[in-house]
Every structure is written in structure tokens, then in C-alpha cells.
């Protein structure tokens, strides 16, 4: 089942300027995951937050996690050609000693330069 | 370092044919390992997973079936497609490391059922 929902389902900007996509979520978590996948590709992980941590930065990557809102936000600043790709958030469960991730439909960005 | 290496990219197959993906880990022991389906537009669906040799769980009722015949192996098959198998399948692996289960993913296989 789907629970991750990305907001918008699609955006398009101009180089250099920021990109900001939003997650919803419908069940607790351990944490919230984002990804990336170019077209035709498999999916690269960008960057983790864990269900007690409100922010994270990797680079031009900024997550926020609000839980009692469940949901959360990718932050692309100072924006590439090279960052246009489709964005997913996921959700992770641990069940029966395994995770689970609960992907959404994902978001595609597209950069213009 | 890791990787993972699945085959083939790309395959065209008719309705009732059988079908034999692979996915294979390098560099790590006892993975987490999965399967996925992503149909087009569509997000990630879970259709197998497994902790370990031997052991394959289903998420949702299909044609296909899963195999974990090696500790970094894991196959994807079907006896008879059928059209609706048509998809981007990706294979991805895990590692339980304190509360960091991040996974990392093959390039896909295109699967196209005519």
C-alpha cells in the first residue's frame, strides 16, 4: 500500500533556484528516506532522517521531518541542469526483523538551464 | 566496496513465456534483499523480500516468485507472463546498521511482456 505522497507531482525551474518537495505520510515511522532516480534508472538513496531528528543537511539537500504533521520536505537549493530526475520519499518500517519501504509516486523535477 | 548488478537491462518477452531475472551483491555478507516493481508514473511496489538463504516473503499475490538459492543472490521468475508483468523491475539490498537501513539499488531490468 502507498504512503508516501509527494507534493507537487511535478515542478519545473530555472537553474539556480530552489526546489522544494513535500512528503505526507500516513503511519508512524522509523524514519523518512529520499531518493533520486534518473530517467530509466534505478534509484540512488540522497539522504536519511530518523523519526526523532526535525532537520538534516547533506549538502544543497535540506530534509525537515515533522511528525505530529507526518510530513516531510526536500529542500534542492541553488538548483542544476543535472538535478532534474524523479524524487521519492519512503518510509521505513521495521517488520518482522526486516525494513520496509513504503515508497511514494515520486516527483519529477526538471531544471531548465 | 559494495555493489549490485542485476541483468538483463532490457528484455522483451511474449505472454506465457517464463521469466528469469538475477540480481546479484558484492561486498557485503547476509544482506537484506528485495524486490520491486515500478510501473510506469507509479512509485516502488514491494514484491519480495529476504533476510536470508532460503527465506522469500511475498508482499502481494502474483505471477511470480522469488528465489534466494546463495547468500548474495536473488532471482526473480515466472512461469507464464502475462501482460500486466510488463514493468521496471529493481532489485535492492539492505544491511541492519543500528537504525540506518538504507537501501541501494540496481540499475533495473525493462521488462516488456507483448
Known amino acids: 500500500s502507498q504512503q508516501g505522497e509527494e507534493d507537487p507531482q511535478a515542478l519545473s525551474i530555472q537553474e539556480g533556484e530552489n526546489a522544494t518537495m513535500n512528503c505526507s505520510y500516513k503511519t508512524s515511522i522509523n524514519n523518512l528516506q529520499w531518493y533520486r532516480q534518473n530517467s530509466g534508472r534505478g534509484l540512488v538513496h540522497l539522504i536519511l532522517?530518523?523519526?526523532?531528528?526535525r532537520e538534516k543537511h547533506s549538502g544543497r539537500l535540506r530534509v525537515t521531518l515533522d511528525t505530529s504533521k507526518k510530513s516531510s520536505s526536500l529542500l534542492i537549493t541553488a538548483s542544476r541542469a543535472a538535478d532534474t530526475a524523479s524524487y521519492f520519499c519512503?518510509?521505513?518500517?521495521?517488520?518482522?526483523?526486516?525494513?520496509?519501504?513504503?515508497f511514494g509516486k515520486g516527483m519529477k523535477l526538471t531544471v531548465n538551464p | 566496496s559494495q555493489t549490485i548488478h542485476q541483468w538483463p537491462a532490457t528484455l522483451v518477452q511474449p505472454v506465457g513465456s517464463p521469466l528469469s531475472l538475477e540480481c546479484t551483491v558484492e561486498?557485503?555478507?547476509?544482506?537484506?534483499l528485495y524486490w520491486y516493481r515500478q510501473a510506469a508514473g507509479r512509485g516502488l511496489q514491494l514484491l519480495f523480500y529476504?533476510?536470508?538463504?532460503?527465506?522469500i516473503s511475498s508482499e502481494v499475490p502474483q505471477n511470480l516468485s522469488a528465489s534466494r538459492p546463495q547468500d548474495r543472490q536473488f532471482i526473480l521468475s515466472s512461469k507464464k507472463l502475462l501482460l500486466s508483468d510488463s514493468g521496471f523491475y529493481l532489485c535492492a539490498w539492505s544491511v541492519l546498521a543500528g537504525v540506518k537501513y538504507e537501501q541501494y539499488f540496481g540499475p533495473g531490468t525493462r521488462l516488456t511482456v507483448t
Open positions: 529476504s533476510v536470508g538463504i532460503g527465506q
Open positions: 561486498g557485503t555478507s547476509n544482506p537484506n
Open positions: 519512503a518510509t521505513s518500517q521495521i517488520i518482522g526483523g526486516s525494513e520496509k519501504l513504503v
Open positions: 532522517i530518523r523519526s526523532n531528528e
